[in-house]
Nanobody, 121 residues
Framework: QVQLVESGGGLVQAGGSLRLSCAAS????????MGWFRQAPGKEREFVAA????????AYADSVKGRFTISRDNAKNTLYLQMNSLEPDDTDVYYC??????????????WGQGTQVTVSS
């Protein structure tokens, strides 16, 4: 049974940094894409960043390019999201997700429970 457990959210001032972690367990993820999404109340969940567990170039939403960095530690089965230069618009619940290559995040993906990130102005 796949489990994704996020941690590292919190309250930070604008311009500050946070690092989110996602501990993944329950299977091998070598053929999976790992990602971060975020969602505000009343809004759709939106893509933030993704990276293949086996390596390769990461992908980012335009809104976070140059500020956020996604990475993974295969030995620890952990996914990270380093968030720098945070802005109040980055305030959301952040979700870790995993999906088999070629599948749909929302229909076929595994999701964590989410971690709140709040950026004060």
């Amino acid at each position: 049974q796949v489990q994704l457990v996020e941690s590292g959210g919190g309250l930070v001032q604008a311009g500050g940094s946070l690092r989110l972690s996602c501990a993944a367990s329950g299977r091998t993820f070598s053929d999976y894409i790992m990602g971060w999404f975020r969602q505000a109340p009343g809004k759709e969940r939106e893509f933030v960043a993704a990276i293949a567990w086996s390596g390769g170039s990461p992908a980012y939403a335009d809104s976070v390019k140059g500020r956020f960095t996604i990475s993974r530690d295969n030995a620890k089965n952990t996914l990270y999201l380093q968030m720098n230069s945070l802005e109040p618009d980055d305030t959301d619940v952040y979700y870790c997700a995993a999906v088999r290559r070629g599948s749909n995040w929302y229909a076929d993906g595994y999701w964590g429970q989410g971690t709140q990130v709040t950026v004060s102005s």
